[in-house]
C-alpha cells in the first residue's frame, strides 16, 4: 500500500511532510487529494491524513479556523 502523506508531500512540492498543514492553500490541497488514486490508500490513512493537513493550528494564544 502507498503512503498517502509521502504522495502528498511530493504532489505539493513540499520539503517536509510536517509542512502540510502550513500550507495556508487548504484549495489546492483538497484539489490535489481528489486527484490521488483513492483505492491505492487504507480508508483510515486517507482519513488521518484529512485530519492532520486540515487540523486546527495555534498561533500565540488563539485557534486558527479548521478548514474542514
Do not use: C, H, W
Not at 16 to 45: F, G, T
Amino acid at each position: 500500500m502507498k503512503d498517502i502523506f509521502e504522495d502528498m508531500r511530493k504532489a505539493l512540492g513540499l520539503d517536509y511532510i510536517s509542512d502540510i498543514p502550513l500550507d495556508r492553500n487548504k484549495e489546492y490541497i483538497r484539489i490535489v487529494l481528489k486527484s490521488l488514486p483513492m483505492d491505492a490508500y487504507s480508508e483510515k490513512e486517507v482519513e488521518e491524513f484529512k485530519k492532520y493537513a486540515f487540523q486546527k493550528r495555534m498561533i500565540g494564544s488563539r485557534y486558527l479556523k479548521n478548514d474542514t
